[in-house]
């Protein structure tokens, strides 16, 4: 297993959640608050880092767990979530929500994978 570390991983604002089957994690997800260039003005944060093992892929772990991201982050008061998508997980990323910036595709300089910017609107908390 790869080990990622983000200098951001201990800021009062990331969010990290996970996805536990069984008592093995087999999904992750890190969050944190950064700028969405193509709407500076709003309250955002970047989706960084998100896996799910492979055995469980295709089952919804994912997605559950972009769903209580998008609760937690409503509740902060975030109205974007963006994320540097790898091509190959545009589809899922769009099944959950996400749109492609138009334009945005990119080669990542850390994987040297074809990269899309996503973002999803994030409507306001329920009271």
Same mark, same amino acid.
């Given at each position: 297993?790869?080990?990622?570390?983000?200098? @951001?991983?201990?800021?009062?604002?990331?969010?990290?959640?996970?996805?536990?089957?069984?008592?093995?994690?087999?999904?992750?997800?890190?969050?944190?608050?950064?700028?969405?260039?193509?709407?500076?003005?709003?309250?955002?944060?970047?989706?960084?880092?998100?896996?799910?093992?492979?055995?469980?892929?295709? @089952?919804?772990?994912?997605?559950?767990?972009?769903?209580?991201?998008?609760?937690?982050?409503?509740?902060?008061?975030?109205? @974007?979530?963006?994320?540097?998508? @790898?091509?190959?997980?545009?589809?899922?990323?769009?099944?959950?929500?996400?749109?492609?910036?138009?334009?945005?595709?990119?080669?990542?300089?850390?994987?040297?994978?074809?990269?899309?910017?996503?973002?999803?609107?994030?409507?306001?908390?329920?009271?």
């Amino acid at each position: 297993m790869a080990r990622v570390d983000e200098p @951001r991983d201990g800021e009062v604002t990331a969010l990290h959640l996970a996805g536990v089957l069984d008592g093995e994690i087999v999904v992750c997800a890190s969050f944190f608050e950064a700028a969405f260039a193509p709407d500076p003005g709003s309250s955002a944060y970047q989706l960084r880092f998100m896996a799910t093992d492979a055995a469980v892929q295709g @089952r919804g772990y994912g997605a559950r767990v972009l769903a209580e991201a998008e609760r937690r982050l409503r509740e902060r008061g975030a109205t @974007r979530l963006w994320a540097n998508a @790898r091509d190959t997980a545009l589809g899922f990323y769009q099944s959950v929500g996400f749109v492609a910036v138009e334009g945005s595709e990119f080669l990542s300089a850390e994987t040297q994978l074809p990269h899309t910017v996503i973002y999803m609107t994030l409507g306001t908390a329920p009271t």
